[in-house]
């Protein structure tokens, strides 16, 4: 068929297959489950996104998976992943000036089926992930793509997750933009969903992200020793914080607080010394 429109057409003839577009996996979002007064702590049975699942009642509320709904705040917006913001996740994420050095990711994706990969490797483990966009237009174009971020590791029985796997545009960083976003997604996970526990990482090389994670108010709990393979063969020492759902309140306020100054610097330059150390990338 190629032949015979290259002849037609007076081109030269190839054999080369149409390249395919990278697809994402379809997202995994729960069914909702309906929340039920506490009895002590006797388990119950409960539907889940795969069936039956044991979760514990505690706190008069039912632990359960993220809803799958947007979440909004003053700065931007997050917005379960679709296939159609593959392209402009990609661009943020081949930036090599957010990678390497200490950053969240050790160099910056080749190719927009890297980008693919990396998210549908993540929504096969059954992540929450999500896009961050621009929702006010003081600080650019609302709906531009400015990075991702997820919850993962979600164990409804023990009331615990990992938040990670967020990598923000270098150009947005110092924005206020990773500080609302955390507020947002341990928001969404103590008040809505009613978890306990999330933990938070980091590289033990990646001093960047290890202040942004305690400037968040979350605790040292310790070192995991070569943890992790790292793309050059050495082996990375992880360093593991976490927030607790009695920290949450406290952490909260602070949070509120350092977006109100993100919020107040779009009206007063001068304050963007004080604001250098809001946005940095947290894995």
Known sequence: MARARAAAGGGQPTNRPARPRPRLLKALVPRPVKRLPARGNSPI?????????????SHNFLCRRPSGE??????????????????DLHSVMSDPSACGGGYPFERPHADLSETAAWINGRLA????????????????????????????????VNEKLHLGGTFIGREFWGMGINVETKLLTLKHTFEDCGFGRVKIQADINNTRSRGAITRLGAQFEGIVRRDIRRLDGTWRDTVVYSILAQDWPGVKVGL??????????VQTPSLA???????????
């Open 70 to 87: 947007s979440l909004m705040g003053d700065i931007v917006s997050l917005d379960p992943i679709v296939e159609r913001d593959l392209p």
């Open 45 to 57: 049975w409960q539907p889940g996104h795969h069936g039956l699942i044991l979760i514990r009642v």
């Open 125 to 156: 483990r059954e992540c929450a992930v999500y896009v961050i966009r621009l929702a006010n237009p003081a600080f650019g174009r609302p709906g531009t793509v400015v990075g991702t971020t997820s919850l993962s590791e979600m164990d409804l």
């Open 256 to 265: 509120q607080e350092r977006v109100a100054i993100a919020l107040k610097r």
């Open 273 to 283: 010394v004080e604001l250098q150390s809001l946005a940095v990338p947290i894995t």
